[in-house]
Structure formats: C-alpha cells, structure tokens
C-alpha cells in the first residue's frame, strides 16, 4: 500500500524559508515521477515542481529560482526547499506519485497523494 506523509509546513513572514519533506512507503520509490502541488482557497490545485527517476526536475514559473525539488532515495523521502516566500505561495502542499515513464505537473497523472502539509506566508 503506497503512502505519502508531508511534514515541515508553517507559518512564516515574506522573504522566509521552509524546507518541506514527503516520507513514501509500500513501492519502490526510486522508479516513481514525484511531485509538489499545492492548492490555495478558492483555487484550483497546481503543479509546483516535479522530478523524475533520473533526477531531471522542473517547475512552475512562479516558483523558479525560489523553490528546488530533490530526493533521497535511500530514505524514501521527497524534499522541497522553499525560500523567498511570498505571500501567494500560502497554500495546502501536497507530495504526489505516479509510476510512469513520464513525469510533468499534471494532477490527472498522479494516483498517489498525501494529506498536505499547510504553508502560510505572512506579509
């Protein structure tokens, strides 16, 4: 059974970092696409940055140069290291998996989903 829990969500002020990690459980991690997404009120869930098998990653323009995916795959764990905060990245983060050979930000690809984990940016 595939599980996915987010930890290190917060509250911080404009300008801040926070550094969020996915423990994945129950499949062999290291040949899975993961990803970010995240999901403000009011609006539609979407793609934050997502990484492949190989390493290769990618991300939504708002967060580039801000925002760097990366994994350990002897720990099973997705990061997302996140600084410069905004305001408008305040919103519920979710880790995400998909065992294809594809890998981009697109929600319908992804059959596996954490909880969240709540950033809040302060101005």
């Known amino acids: 059974q595939v599980q996915l829990v987010e930890s290190g969500g917060g509250s911080v002020q404009a300008g801040g970092s926070l550094r969020l990690s996915c423990a994945a459980s129950?499949?062999?991690?290291?040949?899975?696409?993961m990803g970010w997404f995240r999901q403000a009120p009011g609006k539609e869930r979407e793609g934050v940055a997502v990484?492949?098998?190989?390493?290769?990653?990618s991300y939504t323009d708002s967060v580039k140069g801000r925002f760097t995916i990366s994994q350990d795959n002897a720990k099973n764990t997705l990061y997302l290291q996140m600084h410069s905060l905004k305001p408008e990245d305040t919103a519920m983060y979710y880790c995400?998996?998909?065992?294809?050979?594809?890998?981009?930000?697109?929600?319908?690809?992804?059959?596996?989903w954490g909880q969240g984990t709540q950033v809040t940016v302060s101005s």
């Open positions: 995400a998996a998909h065992s294809g050979s594809w890998c981009y930000a697109r929600l319908a690809d992804f059959d596996y």
């Open positions: 129950g499949y062999t991690y290291s040949t899975y696409c």
């Open positions: 990484i492949d098998s190989d390493g290769s990653s």
